[in-house]
């Protein structure tokens, strides 16, 4: 660790210095200010530390949004340990194999995850710890600065996990200065605001909406319930100057707004409105212009891999329909000749942890290979038009469609079964189910595989539609669904 090094840590200590006692995070009425995160921060790291984390040493979080996780990704911060969220939707049956790849030294669980926790974490060969046990011992620790000697810069800071095609979560490694720096506000602190974060604590878009934030010295309002009520209510009492959300929620926000309950809701303090991970109507993006007069509308490209890559402004929402704009200040992008989009620059992630083989692939000569196709006009603009490799984008999370067949192929009315997404105004893709019944029985309804499908899979991975068909398109050399041709068949 030099002075010049960029760690997390040193974003807690900071504002806890320069705004102690301003409001760093909030969830249901509850408050953590920044003196206190940094404290519990301590507090918390030190508890860590005698239950053997240490530089390095990885810990998998599983639990549904809580202020605790918040002082766990600052405590890990502070004593050079990697933070590893798992999503709450898992099934234990999900969350099992992800866990036991990143080999933590601990995973941590809340009260409804604890039975399930502890086998999780028996797979991983770790313990299992209560975040609630954990705050207990932390309470006796001492609160003055923890820091790692040993820490750098480039040393790991999270791993976030994402589906590939062939069904295997792979872990993208993001290191402090990267985490750093795509968070950071510049050089001066404009005045920002609060910002209500409508994504889980698993996920990336969370954390960096927190520590944006939290760089800034502002709030993070958290939500317990990700409905539109709670969303808009929440806005509406912290004054919410800036709001992140995908095409899904917004319309879920915007169709609250027009019922009894929410018409007089007040959401005039929001300056900043961004929206992205999927293609955004115009339709769409003209209704949240009309519904938050006083905002900024803005379009974003990126990835957990590449951080933020490309940005339509307010000014060309309406010029350049469909498009995610023009690159970011932050990126380089090329266009290769079958149209896949690459990328490099500061933000990139490390790689895929333990995973050289889908670095290797992924990365080359510094240069990250989306996956995602596009067109770019005359101006520079890019519009994404399809993806290059068999996943499903829905929602804002990865779908593998191999996962999804693997568990639909078990059951007993399904003879053959092919996954694809499709083009959905609401989800960006939502995932359908294209399968052939078994000799003699009738086709299984869209509720009775979602019900095979509960336990085994998230909610965001089960289809949400269902085709009916004789026979798969297959290629004659490999055997291999044809996808495609199934998604423009159906679409």
């Not at 969830?27 to 200010?33: I, M, S, V």
């Not at 029985?441 to 289809?463: D, N, T, Y």
Request: net charge negative; hydrophobic share 45%; aromatic share 6%.
């Amino acid at each position: 660790m030099t002075a010049r090094d960029l760690l997390i840590g040193d974003v807690f200590r900071n504002a806890a210095r320069g705004a102690p006692g301003r409001v760093a995070a909030a969830l249901d009425g509850a408050e953590l200010t920044f003196a206190e995160l940094d404290a519990r921060a301590n507090t918390y790291g030190r508890a860590l530390a005698r239950l053997g984390v240490g530089h390095r040493d990885r810990v998998v979080t599983w639990s549904a949004t809580n202020l605790d996780t918040l002082v766990v990704f600052a405590a890990a911060a502070k004593l050079g340990a990697v933070l590893a969220p798992l999503s709450s939707a898992l099934s234990a049956e999900e969350a099992a194999p992800v866990a036991e790849a990143v080999r933590p030294s601990l995973v941590l669980v809340d009260a409804e995850r604890a039975e399930a926790g502890r086998e999780v974490a028996r797979r991983a060969g770790a313990a299992a710890v209560g975040l609630a046990e954990l705050g207990a011992a932390a309470a006796d620790e001492a609160a003055t600065d923890l820091a790692c000697d040993q820490l750098s810069e480039h040393d790991p800071h999270v791993i976030f996990f994402t589906s590939g095609s062939t069904g295997r979560s792979k872990g993208v490694v993001i290191s402090h200065r990267v985490s750093y720096l795509r968070t950071h506000p510049g050089a001066l602190l404009e005045p920002r605001g609060a910002m209500v974060c409508p994504y889980p604590l698993f996920h990336m878009g969370a954390w960096t909406i927190a520590l944006q934030q939290w760089q800034a010295r502002d709030r993070v309002v958290l939500l317990s319930s990700y409905d539109a009520p709670a969303l808009a209510a929440a806005i509406q009492r912290h004054g919410a100057t800036r709001l992140n959300c995908i095409p899904a929620i917004w319309r879920r926000l915007l169709d609250h707004l027009r019922t009894e309950a929410g018409r007089d809701v007040d959401l005039s303090s929001v300056r900043v409105a961004d929206t992205g991970t999927s293609a955004t109507p115009l339709e769409l993006l003209e209704a949240i212009r009309a519904a938050l007069p006083n905002a900024v509308l803005r379009v974003f490209y990126g990835s957990t891999e590449a951080g933020p890559v490309a940005m339509l402004e307010d000014a060309d929402v309406a010029r350049k329909p469909g498009s995610c704009g023009v690159v970011v200040p932050t990126a380089q992008v090329r266009v290769d000749d079958t149209g896949e989009v690459w990328v490099r620059g500061p933000l990139l992630f490390d790689g895929y942890f333990d995973d050289p083989d889908a670095t290797a692939e992924a990365v080359v000569d510094g240069w990250y290979r989306t996956g995602d196709l596009a067109d770019v006009d005359d101006e520079g603009y890019l519009t994404i038009v399809g993806r290059a490799r068999d996943v499903i984008r829905t929602g804002g999370e990865t779908v593998s469609p191999l996962e999804v067949e693997q568990v639909l192929m078990t059951h007993p009315q399904v003879a053959d079964v092919a996954v694809v997404g499709l083009p959905d105004v609401q989800w960006g893709e939502v995932v359908c189910a294209v399968l052939v019944p078994t000799d003699g029985a009738a086709p299984p309804e869209l509720a009775e595989l979602q019900a095979h499908c509960a336990g085994r899979l998230a909610r965001f991975k089960q289809p949400r539609r269902l085709a009916v068909v004789d026979s798969l398109p297959r290629t004659a050399s490999t055997n291999q669904v044809q996808r495609r041709l199934l998604a423009e068949r159906l679409g």
